[in-house]
């Protein structure tokens, strides 16, 4: 049981997290409503995600075989059988599917979206250079539709753009990792041809900056000003850069950015980052 547990990659939930980002932009999360039904929609997109990943899974067994880590996984490694997967690939997304349909018609249209997509994804898709990291994009733009439409804010395009840009920055970290793999000798992904060290480097720091720019637009956005009557948004803007920073020091001189996820989450430096970042936005929000 444990070995199909790992199959779900809870830590990875960290991810949905972007669910929450607008009743956080918005600072709606007084409203009691909101709240449940965006942790709702936090479990069925959970849950609707660990069926992509144990599929995923089954697509990658080979090439997580010649991976120095993700040989270790319960597929990869023999401890969990194929067959034993597919059911709860069929168990995980017709559950999360059916329960979505019921609670919420367009947050079943997301959660479906974001299903084929990652099927389409984990087929062949995620072969394809570039158009693999923009999928990786998408998926955290629709998390963000998942919390828009279960509580009926509307999201900036500010927050989208900012999203989306940010996600490819992790994503292109992520591909470094396999570039350097890749140099090493261990061949573990078919389009890391499309890729090598020079241009991912030149990617991510133009993302970098991109994101930079996105998140300070926002805060001095018309719309913002005026929603939140303050003009002192745009100082949180010293948080995310530090926090970008950081995540290319990770990356470009500690030389570890396998699993964006497992980064954020050992890192001491990035959570205090990511938690002044928030302190200081909600303070400079709601009291000046």
Known sequence: MSEIFKLFRVNQYIKNLFIF????????????????????????????????????????????????????????????????????????????????????????????????????????????????????????????????????????????????????????????????????????RKNIDGYNLEFVNAAMVLMAGVVIVSYIQYTISPEVLSRLNTHYLYLTSFFVILGVLRYMQITFVEQDSGSPTKVIIRDRFLKLTIAFWLLSFIGIAKLI
């Open 21 to 188: 980002m607008p009743l956080l932009f918005s600072f709606s999360y007084s409203n009691a409503e909101n709240n449940l039904n965006t942790i709702i929609a936090f479990i069925l997109f959970s849950i609707i995600a660990s069926s992509i990943y144990i599929f995923n899974d089954l697509m990658d067994i080979k090439e997580d075989r010649a991976h120095p880590v993700k040989k270790y996984r319960p597929l990869a490694s023999g401890k969990v059988s194929p067959n034993s997967a597919k059911m709860l690939v069929l168990l995980l997304s017709l559950s999360s599917l059916g329960v979505a349909m019921a609670f919420n018609a367009e947050l079943f249209l997301v959660l479906f979206s974001y299903f084929i997509l990652n099927i389409f994804y984990s087929i062949k898709l995620k072969h394809i250079a570039i158009l693999d990291i923009f999928i990786i994009a998408t998926g955290f733009v629709l998390r963000l539709f998942a919390g828009s439409v279960v509580t009926g804010i509307s999201l900036s395009m500010w927050i989208i753009l900012m999203t989306f840009l940010l996600a490819i920055f992790l994503a292109l970290a992520k591909r470094r990792d396999d570039v350097l793999l890749s140099q090493e000798g261990q061949e573990t």
